[in-house]
């Protein structure tokens, strides 16, 4: 098990960028992904983006972010990073890190959760 705390949400303007961080601690995360979920009132959690830990798997990305959402690591600090650029309102939702040992578009697959970060995108 790992567990996780998210940062760096807040109120933003449409149009600008925010970058949300993760800290993790715990076990060993070789074996691990991390992803950024999102869960917006009254819907789902969805993924935002996911990658593993390790390893040269190319990161994954919700349509709806492509080109605007970063995911990044440290290894050193061990923290993952979500980089958003061109916020648009409905965007807004409570902003979740997760890990799992095993990679699932479906956020009911994954184990690990931090207790989320709001992000609101209004002018």
């Known amino acids: 098990q790992v567990q996780l705390v998210e940062s760096g949400g807040g109120l933003v303007q449409p149009g600008g960028s925010l970058r949300l961080s993760c800290a993790i601690s715990?076990?060993?995360?070789?074996?691990?992904?991390m992803g950024w979920f999102r869960q917006a009132p009254g819907k789902e959690r969805e993924l935002v983006s996911a990658?593993?830990?390790?390893?040269?798997?190319?990161?994954s990305y919700a349509d709806s972010v492509m080109g605007r959402f970063v995911m990044s690591r440290d290894f050193v600090k061990r923290e993952v990073y979500l980089q958003m650029n061109g916020l648009l309102v409905e965007v807004t939702a409570v902003y979740f890190c997760?890990?799992?040992?095993?990679?699932?578009?479906?956020?009911?697959?994954?184990?690990?959760w931090g207790q989320g970060t709001q992000i609101t995108v209004s002018s």
């Open positions: 997760g890990a799992d040992q095993t990679f699932s578009n479906s956020s009911a697959a994954w184990h690990d």
């Open positions: 715990g076990r060993s995360l070789s074996s691990y992904y």
């Open positions: 990658f593993p830990w390790t390893g040269i798997t190319s990161t």
